[in-house]
């Protein structure tokens, strides 16, 4: 009877080990072929001796020397060089524009640059402010560049003319072939000053949203890829990326202009000057205008500079929290599988066991296991198991709720929603964040609130924040966070008013709350985007945010969706 007793623990503390050990794969010393086109100056083209060059070309050298890794760069036809990416014989992109369509065939990684997409046409040509005005004209692209597939994914109804290249698109265009080019807008620049394309302008930018230019590897070869990521990181700390970035792109702006332009347009204002009055006074109006529009242009440029690196230090931010997310992720869901996946099987055998048990205790009397005498054992184990089992259940829902908030979502995506369950989850999210900033948090959700209509990571994202933000106006852990979600029968809207006991905020900086890069916490690292994103994306769902706030009384912040109507098309 005790050799059975005892081959049963043997076998239950089997059942309960689970962990393995992984060993970390070495380096890959073997040569990474990297692929890029030939005909894409200044980022990546072959120079008169037919060898790579160009800015990204110098960024994938200074990336394998820190790394230590041996590549091969290869420069051809973009299409050959993506055939060449899908047949497994080049193993990385150095250059391919992200979007949602691509990142299903492969993996990207953090922008290296950003692509401002522009209207080119020739001078004296119609200007045209927007792609809605090529509408039934020949324009020119780039085949199989990533304005052709923006272009076609929107089924905009324009006769495209495809080329080989950017530079065939303008020399055609310079040609007279079509009247209008859509190119990126720093290419651009370099092939027509570099080819004398003189007869060439730029009509319109920022005509597309702005696109990421990363690094892109096939589906699976995420190794790869996290290499990039911190040579890209170490090049940044170290500087070199924008010593890289200066030699390149630095040689774009406008050149100087030479003395003798200087005297040849000077001759032309100082003779009218001294011939008559008039025309004095009249040239002096115009060239105070040109100055004006000149500074104003001057000014537009640099905002937009401004805005850009904004732009893709947040998209790094963001690709580095989607990668720790996953990785965490992964690392908790696995030994929470191995519990969830062995629970079932550890209760069925302590329930067979109970009958052994029980029949040596008839006949042998009460003993121990584990320095604990039986009976309690039979009473406390089963619950011990219960409560493990609950317990890996709500870590697996929490890591869910992280996944979902930190996942790209697709901005088309949306549906009808529970607030409730949108608010409830943001909660959770930033529990043991709350729990740090105040120790008075109350939340009360109304009943039978009407369903809404939207995006459930981005409502959740907007949620977050504005907790976030209250506890952060928090003086001391005593004050407290109130919630409350409600619905307004009168103007058919779902409520949700967020309310601290903080230190408010002055009349002159609540109107700018909703402003891009406005922020009252600068010391402390704020971007002034949160709130800014926040308005955007409740503006995007037919909602209306609001501030009601003084100095010394706290802050309440009331938003408010349209409740979804019944028959409608959201509510289908």
């Not at 931010?317 to 191995?338: C, D, R």
């Not at 079932?344 to 029949?359: G, S, V």
């Amino acid at each position: 009877m005790l050799t059975r007793i005892l081959l049963l623990l043997i076998f239950f503390g089997l059942m309960l080990s689970g962990a393995h050990a992984e060993q970390a794969p070495g380096r890959d010393l073997r040569v990474i072929v990297v692929g890029g086109n030939s005909n894409y100056p200044p980022y990546q083209f072959l120079d008169k001796n037919g060898q790579p060059a160009g800015y990204i070309v110098d960024l994938t050298r200074a990336i394998a020397r820190v790394m230590g890794l041996q590549v091969e760069i290869r420069l051809d036809d973009f299409g050959k060089i993506l055939k060449g990416l899908d047949s497994g014989d080049i193993d990385i992109l150095e250059g391919l524009s992200y979007s949602e369509a691509r990142a299903k065939e492969y993996d990207f990684s953090t922008p290296h640059s950003i692509i401002v997409q522009a209207i080119f046409a020739r001078k004296g040509t119609p200007a045209v402010k927007s792609l809605e005005e090529l509408k039934g004209k020949k324009v020119l692209v780039h085949r199989g560049g990533g304005m052709q597939s923006y272009l076609q994914e929107r089924h905009y109804d324009l006769n495209l003319v495809l080329t080989d290249s950017p530079r065939d698109t303008l020399q055609h265009l310079a040609a007279g072939q079509c009247d209008y080019a859509v190119v990126a807008l720093l290419p651009a620049m370099h092939i027509i000053r570099e080819d004398k394309l003189t007869n060439l302008v730029p009509v319109a930018t920022n005509v597309a949203p702005q696109r990421y230019y990363c690094y892109a590897v096939k589906k699976g070869n995420a190794e790869l890829v996290a290499q990039m990521n911190e040579g890209l990181s170490i090049l940044k700390k170290t500087g070199e990326f924008n010593q890289i970035y200066d030699k390149w792109i630095g040689v774009l702006e406008p050149q100087r202009t030479s003395w003798v332009t200087v005297a040849k347009y000077a001759a032309l204002v100082v003779i009218p000057l001294f011939l008559i009055l008039a025309a004095t006074v009249l040239w002096s109006y115009s060239l105070r205008r040109q100055v004006a529009q000149r500074t104003e242009s001057l000014s537009n440029a640099l905002a937009e500079l401004q805005r850009n690196q904004q732009q893709l230090v947040q998209a790094d931010k963001m690709a580095a929290l989607g990668i720790l997310v996953s990785g965490v992720a992964h690392e908790i869901n696995n030994p929470t599988g191995i519990i969830l996946m062995n629970m079932p099987t550890l209760k069925k055998i302590f329930r067979d066991a109970e009958r052994i048990l029980d029949r040596y205790q008839e006949e042998e009397g009460d003993f121990a296991l584990g320095g604990i005498r039986y009976q309690r054992v039979r009473q406390e184990v089963p619950l011990i198991l219960d409560e493990i089992q609950d317990g890996a259940q709500r870590i697996k829902k929490t890591v869910d709720d992280l996944k979902n908030f930190a996942r790209k979502d697709d901005e088309a995506r949306k549906e009808l929603l529970d607030f409730n369950h949108v608010v409830q989850t943001a909660v959770r999210l930033v529990d043991v964040a709350t729990r740090k900033l105040t120790n008075n948090f109350s939340a009360s959700y109304g009943e039978r609130l009407p369903k809404v209509f939207g995006n459930e990571q981005r409502l959740e994202q907007v949620v977050v924040n504005l907790v976030m933000n209250a506890g952060q106006a928090l003086p001391d852990p005593t004050r407290g966070i109130s919630l409350r979600t409600s619905h307004d029968a009168g103007s058919g809207r779902v409520m949700l008013t967020v309310h601290d006991e903080g230190t408010g905020i002055s009349p002159e900086h609540l109107k700018h709350l909703t402003d891009p890069f406005f922020t009252t916490k600068r010391e402390n690292g704020g971007t002034g985007l949160g709130l800014s994103i926040s308005a955007n994306i409740i503006k995007d769902h037919g909602g209306e945010i609001s501030f009601d706030s003084s100095p010394g009384k706290g802050t309440t912040v009331t938003l408010a969706l349209p409740a979804a109507v019944a028959g409608s098309e959201h509510g289908q």
